[in-house]
């Protein structure tokens, strides 16, 4: 009995051993593969088959370590150098990578982003095809990579906040598909450099303030691309910078832990019990990974050896983190040199096949596409020396874009009797369409979730319905809405202790908890942040800006990461955060602000919407929460104290997107315009009509989209004047609708005289009732100027 127990210790010790060794060998050949990926990488950028290169050459010890511990259910939200994270998670592998490396537009070859994206941004879908949520709590998930430097950190504070209300607010249990009670941690990895940003410190802070499962990996590697980190970071140090925020008992804060990007034990020894302790207690954490190397300097676009020392560089290939792991396997008898040679051989012939594949995949459609233009070419029998020098460059090329398919071909038509270029100017087209379809789609939903396709319905009214202040309406309507979707939640500063500062939240709080409805810090750029994390794991966050001028703090997260995630993902995410602000009207620089041109510019992929009262942003917010795009609500700032009357069928009534609404039919000229301006217009048509003058006045609505039917145009033909009124700046919003209009629309067509613009003055509206009636539009302007073009 003795001799079994002994024998079967020593099996168990065996088998123990041989699971440690495995899984140390299956890490380390991760770390070989990875390696090999930034060098052939970076050979087929400066060998011209793809555009641009950035690596992850020097962290892949440090990531196959931190990918170890990443669970289903968990998000990363990270950068452009993660590759061998997302090896060792499983959600690349090599052929995809290089697929996107040289820019594939297909899906099956780049899943991330269809050559949308440059090489390593990655991406895990959130929703199937119809738009419905996937099962987020059973995969691994990964939020839509991007470029700009610390982009990254406002967006992890949502996801990871989620988690804290998945575990902590009654009712969003039941969801199931999209967490597993609050146990998913955001691993979020940042370059050191970029802990300058102020993105880091603003989610940092708030991280900290907030208590939720964050781990932020920072991969210091000395230099932000030739600037060393002394000219970066107080004490040269993030993780001594942050030490004051060290939680400790009785405060919040964060976790603070050191480890060397080499030493793969110590990582995994560290890193094992402290996620799980974020796992369980959602105490975020900082992880300052440093010593770590970048072999081949930043990019392909230039050369660490310019700016690293001599010394630095020898240090660098002493220390190399793959160099150090192979050390550490031999020393401790985990492997021999020759297996690990061997291990390292096989990478690299595996990474050549998975690439050659990738390439093949990539230009063998191109190819096809070349051969049959040159055949096109060939068929007309035409000796032009041009057509034979088109034809030649196509069949030298042994890397030909699709770009150079085009070109030749509309070259080839100016050289070709009309009716020998019937075929090429339909293959012309059939490749513009083609182009257009894997380029140039996906900026908003286009399936069952677009809010496009809501049926609209009107807001009906009882016989005995009370007129009561605009803020009442929306109060009532929010009342419902979250007593009815336990998914929508809303935050921002003052939402929630006193309701807003115009009350359209007053009361709610209480009545459905801190976790539903809550206040945040003075911190506009991760209130977005954390509406978009938010929004990528299930839930219909309302984000609030206090005020529409603002928004610029936070504009920056909603242009590079809300509005291009349906587009850079090719429709696989969706991100339904509907930010909700107030503008217009109000008097002073910086609370009065009308910045819609900018807005309209920098929010292509966002629907904006600009009601005029706050029965018609009720029904804007109906009709958003039935689609997965995100959208900006501006609701009129002067608005909330005038008497509406309250609908009763709060829940259902729906406005359509992107449909003028025409308030008041004439017949002598056309007043276009929105939000509180609107009753500018308004007035002054009363005033014009008492001089026999009729206008015909048309709510826009929304200004993405804008008016998709055309309506403004068929009002034009009727009165042939048209006038465009708002109060953004000289070649804001104005000159976007005027555009629309004229140039889209043809509306140039049906003018008996020169069409008009009214906006605000180039400069900020000074202080003072004063102040706003000089600085922008009024009903005196817009009498003057429908008096004129009357004369003309």
Known sequence: MQNTAINETALDEKLSFDNFRNEVLKDYRFACVSREISLLGRKEVLTGKAKFGIFGDGKEVAQVAAAKFFKPGDFRSGYYRDQTFMLASGITNVEQYFAQLYSDPYLENDPFSAGRQMNAHFVTKNVDENGEWLNLANQKNTSSDMAPTASQMPRALGLALASKLFRKTEGLQEFKNLSNNGNEICFCTIGDASTSEGHFWETINAAGVLQIPLAVFVWDDGYGISVPKKYQTTKASISEALSGMQKTEGTNGIDIYNLKGWDYAGM????????????????????????????????????????????????????????????????????????????????????????????????????????????????????????KNIINELTINREPMRRDVLKA???????????????????????????????????????????????????????????????????????????????????????????????????????????????????????????????????????????????????????????????????????????????????????????????????????????????????????????????????????????????????????????????????????????????????????????????EVIDVQTLLPFDINHTIVESLKKTSRIIFIDEDVPGGAAAYMFNKVMEEQKGYRHLDTAPRTITGKAHRPSYGSDGDYFSKPNAEDVVAVVKDMMAE
């Not at 560290?270 to 954490?285: C, D, F, S």
């Not at 676009?301 to 983190?321: A, Q």
Request: charged share 25%; net charge negative; hydrophobic share 35%.
């Open 268 to 387: 995994c020894e560290v890193l094992e019990p402290a996620l799980q302790r974020i796992r369980e207690t959602h105490t975020p954490a900082l992880f300052h990974v440093e010593e770590i190397t970048q072999p081949q300097g930043h990019s392909t676009s230039g050369s660490h050896e310019r700016y690293k020392t001599p010394e630095r560089l020898e240090w660098e290939k002493e220390w190399d983190c793959i160099k150090q792991m192979k050390e550490w396997i031999v020393e401790n008898t985990l492997a021999t040199i020759e297996e690990l040679s061997a291990i390292q051989d096989e990478a690299k012939e595996y990474v050549k096949a998975g690439k050659q594949t990738a390439w093949e995949k990539y230009i063998s459609p191109i190819k096809e596409q070349v051969n049959k233009t040159i055949e096109l070419l060939n068929q007309t029998g035409n000796n032009n020396t041009d057509l």
């Open 409 to 695: 071909l509309s070259k080839s038509i100016d050289f070709i009797d009309d009716e020998k270029t019937g075929a090429i100017k339909n293959y012309y087209q059939e490749l513009k369409d083609l182009n257009a379809g894997l380029y140039n789609t996906f900026l908003y939903n286009q399936g069952p979730k677009s809010a496009l396709k809501v049926a609209p319905i009107k807001a009906w009214y009882d016989d005995d319905a009370k007129t009561v202040n605009g803020y009442e309406v929306l109060n009532k309507y929010f009342d419902e809405l979250f007593a009815s979707n336990k998914k929508v939640v809303a935050f921002g500063e003052d939402v929630g202790y006193i309701g807003d500062v115009n009350q359209g939240f007053s009361g709610l709080q209480v009545k459905y908890g801190e976790e539903r409805i809550f206040d945040t810090g003075i911190r506009e750029l991760t209130i977005m942040g954390q509406g978009i994390g938010l929004a990528l794991r299930g839930l219909r966050p309302i984000a609030e800006i206090q005020y529409l001028d603002y928004l610029l703090y936070g504009l920056q997260p909603l242009s590079d990461d809300l509005s291009t995630t349906h587009f850079r993902t090719v429709g696989q995410q969706s991100c339904p955060l509907i930010v909700r602000t107030r503008g217009h009207r109000l008097e002073g620089i910086w609370h009065s602000g009308s910045p819609m041109g900018m807005l309209i510019n920098a929010l292509r992929g966002m629907y904006i919407c600009v009601p005029r009262n706050m029965v018609q942003a009720v029904g804007m917010y109906n009709t958003l929460l039935q689609g997965n795009d995100p959208a900006l609500m501006i609701e009129c700032l002067n608005g909330y104290r005038l008497k509406e009357k309250m609908p009763s069928n709060l829940l259902a009534y729906a406005v359509p997107l992107g449909i003028p609404e025409i308030i008041k039919e004439g017949e002598d000229i056309t007043l276009v315009s929105y939000g509180s301006t609107l009753r500018i217009a308004m007035d002054a048509a009363d005033r014009l009509e008492k001089l026999n003058i009729s206008c």
